[in-house]
């Protein structure tokens, strides 16, 4: 079983400000299958980014994944109000697809 | 678009059991990974069970003996049947369709299992 692990666990940032939050893989993702997920109190999970660094539709261009293998990174270019949420990553490149703990972007 | 809805959620007794379906539109369901995720209150997420069109299916430790995950490819509709139901599986249940590369999600439905 792939475990992932998120950092920090904790962001704390004002709006406006940049945002890079991490994921790294025990063993390497195949084929890239890791999505990043935003939720925030109430609402079910929502797609970000698939396939490492594809957006999802609608989702705005602040949002940026990147990385490959065992590393990858969602970076926020510029905090809007609403970003502040915890956000997951998950890999589904081999079974079972297993979640990271999460990392809450909270306001400074 | 394709749309999950889960459905069968409720509340249930310690012991008790409850059976969830979670049916696929918009999306031909045949080769491909179906999942059920669970969040527990205030906790993170969670993968509960994965099936495949073939081989085995996959479940975490903790629901391994009581869960059973199936799939009816005719209906295009996923299924948990969770026996033996404990305090600690009360949670929002998600299920997933994987489009190899691109996960779809439902909405969730709440198990909450209490006396």
């Known amino acids: 079983e792939i475990v992932l692990t998120q950092s920090p666990g904790t962001l704390s940032l004002s709006p406006g400000e940049r945002a890079t939050l991490s994921c790294r893989a025990s063993?390497?993702?195949?084929?890239?299958?890791l999505a990043w997920y935003q939720q925030t109190p109430g609402q079910a999970p929502r797609l970000l980014v698939f396939?490492?660094?594809t957006r999802a539709t609608g989702i705005p261009d602040r949002f940026s994944g990147s990385g490959s293998g065992t590393d990858f990174t969602l970076t926020i270019s510029r905090l809007e109000p609403e970003d502040f949420a915890v956000y997951y990553c998950?890999?589904?490149?081999?079974?079972?697809?297993?979640f990271g703990p999460g990392t809450k972007v909270d306001i400074k | 678009e394709v749309q999950l809805v889960e459905s069968g959620g409720g509340l249930v007794h310690p012991g008790g059991s409850l059976r969830l379906s979670c049916a696929v539109s918009?999306?031909?369901?045949?080769?491909?990974?179906m999942s059920w995720v669970r969040q527990a209150p205030g906790k993170g997420l969670e993968w509960v069970s994965l099936?495949?069109?073939?081989?085995?299916?996959h479940y975490t430790d903790s629901v391994k003996g009581r869960f059973t995950i199936s799939r009816d490819n005719t209906k295009n509709t996923l299924y948990l049947q969770m026996n033996s139901l404990r305090a600690e599986d009360t949670a929002i249940y998600y299920c997933?369709?994987?489009?190899?590369?691109?996960?779809?999600w439902g909405q969730g439905a709440l198990v909450t299992v209490s006396s």
């Open positions: 918009g999306f031909t369901v045949t080769n491909n990974y």
């Open positions: 998950q890999q589904f490149g081999s079974a079972p697809f297993t």
């Open positions: 997933a369709l994987y489009d190899w590369g691109l996960p779809h």
């Open positions: 099936i495949y069109s073939v081989g085995s299916p």
């Open positions: 396939g490492a660094s």
């Open positions: 063993q390497t993702v195949g084929s890239n299958y």
